[in-house]
């Protein structure tokens, strides 16, 4: 019993060493003082920089870049529109440009009596770092920054085929009209990029039936897009409500939302998806494995194992969400003669907006409800999976986790590196940590946190994806 006890003493002493110093891997300069990964971000998430004020979070990661000798470059200096670009280079020397792309803005914090800790306190607990934006999208900027860091460290007088920079935006969660949009548009030819590295998911398991245990590493060649519609409709009658009208506003707008909701979503095949479940049954393997690799052949048999895993369904079909149905009222007994709802859609890579919108005024069946659009994203074409820059992200990823895998992928959200790949510009989102379940359904959420441990390997996964790439002859 002394000996297990022991050894368990021992075990024990070896894992609080070990963790501690994973943490302090990588350090920069702050006011002459180390900063840790997990102290930055800690930092960073204590800024309140919802949608429209990340100003003051900007300014404070331009004074770490300057403190660790990047080269600056400011793209818009005012909330709403403040982007920051940190270079290894000046962006005047003309070398193709390696960008790492990410988002200084955050969404609002919600109820913050739900929340375990305060939702903007940064608070570091022996396992975690609390706070919103801890994964979207501070700690994958964070974890950029420290990359490009440790980069300039040892080639800062190193001739290098590429330039790299560090790219914080405003804006990303609303789709305003600053942030990536803006810098796409008006300094694109300054900034040259030749790829974007841009958020995207951890690594995630539960997918194969033989390997549930497998981590996947879905890297983005490109996204469903977003369509955001408002309806509106406005019929005419007695305000009482003690008459209930044969027609009204709220009774004719829910019927036809009842209508359109409840349609089936269709298995929609693209290029894209089906590549997606080729490489899943390269590795199932067996007999699943061969029905993956034929999809059309076997259509019959995969749509109903695919609808049980949402996540993986999204990205075979067009969807609808409902997010918000206002009357302007909220007296019990008046019959409001007008209703609005608001509807989240996201469309496949393929899917025309125009026949799209269509195929909703079917559903609705109703021609007095009017359609506007809020937003749109015209149809983009993906990223090449084959070029050089994919192979080095897969390389790198299989360096830092020997046992996953990297799929070429499309994801359901849309983000910033749309703006680019309209432009002809490969753009690759990924973010490399492995993260549970459990914290992605933070993401947005209530009790938004990261654990401490991955910040770490991201960061080295970015060192080793750069040094491939700089240290090309």
């Not at 894992?15 to 930055?40: G, H, M, P, R, W």
């Not at 958020?199 to 469903?224: C, M, Q």
């Not at 897969?394 to 020997?402: C, G, H, L, R, V």
Request: glycine share 6%; charged share 20%.
């Amino acid at each position: 019993m002394i000996r297990n006890l022991s050894i368990a003493f021992i075990l024990l002493l070896f894992n609080c060493i070990q963790a501690q110093t994973q943490y302090s891997d990588f350090t920069i300069n702050s006011d002459s003082k180390a900063l840790s990964v997990e102290d930055a971000l800690s930092q960073y998430i204590q800024f309140e920089s919802v949608t429209g004020s990340e100003k003051e979070a900007g300014e404070w990661l331009k004074k770490l870049c300057i403190e660790n000798g990047l080269y600056i470059k400011q793209m818009g200096d005012t909330n709403g529109n403040y982007n920051l670009a940190a270079s290894l280079y000046p962006l005047d020397s003309g070398l193709p440009n390696i960008v790492l792309l990410n988002h200084i803005d955050v969404v609002p914090s919600g109820d913050i009596t739900k929340w375990t800790h305060p939702p903007f306190s940064g608070l570091i607990t022996d396992t975690e770092i609390w706070g919103r934006g801890a994964f979207d999208n501070k700690g994958n900027g964070i974890m950029h920054l420290f990359s490009l860091i440790e980069i300039m460290q040892k080639y800062k007088d190193k001739k290098v085929p590429y330039n790299v920079t560090f790219l914080a935006v405003s804006c990303e969660e609303t789709q305003c009209n600053g942030g990536a949009g803006y810098v796409a548009e008006n300094y694109f030819e300054e900034l040259n990029p030749i790829v974007i590295l841009g958020e995207g998911p951890p690594a995630f398991n539960d997918v194969l039936d033989k390997h549930p245990e497998k981590n996947l590493f879905a890297v983005s060649i490109t996204n469903k897009r977003p369509l955001w519609l408002e309806l509106s409709l406005k019929v005419k009658t007695s305000g009482h409500g003690s008459i209930t009208p044969a027609e009204y506003a709220n009774k004719e707008m829910i019927t036809a939302l009842h209508k359109l909701l409840s349609k089936k979503q269709k298995l929609v095949y693209t290029d894209t998806n089906i590549n997606i479940l080729k490489q899943l049954g390269a590795l199932e393997g067996g007999f699943e494995g061969l029905i993956l690799k034929h999809p059309r052949l076997f259509k019959g048999l995969i749509g109903k194992p695919l609808r049980k895993k949402t996540e993986l369904f999204s990205l075979f079909s067009n969807s609808v969400t409902l997010t918000s149905v206002d009357s302007y009222n909220n007296v019990i007994n008046v019959i409001p003669d007008e209703i609005t709802a608001l509807l989240d859609c996201r469309l496949l890579p393929t899917q025309s907006n125009e026949v799209f919108i269509e195929d909703i005024k079917k559903a609705l069946n109703n021609k007095d409800i009017n359609i506007k659009v809020i937003n749109q994203i015209p149809i983009i074409p993906p990223s090449d999976d084959k070029s050089v820059f994919f192979e080095k992200i897969e390389d790198a990823i299989q360096k830092n986790y020997p046992k996953s895998s990297v799929l070429s992928a499309s994801v359901p959200n849309y983000n910033d590196v749309g703006f680019f790949r309209a432009k002809g510009i490969n753009a690759f989102c990924f973010t490399p940590i492995r993260l549970d379940r459990y914290y992605l359904e933070k993401i947005h959420n209530i009790n938004e946190r990261i654990p401490i441990h991955v910040l770490t390997k991201g960061v080295q996964t970015y060192v080793d994806f750069l040094e491939s790439c700089l240290d090309e002859n």
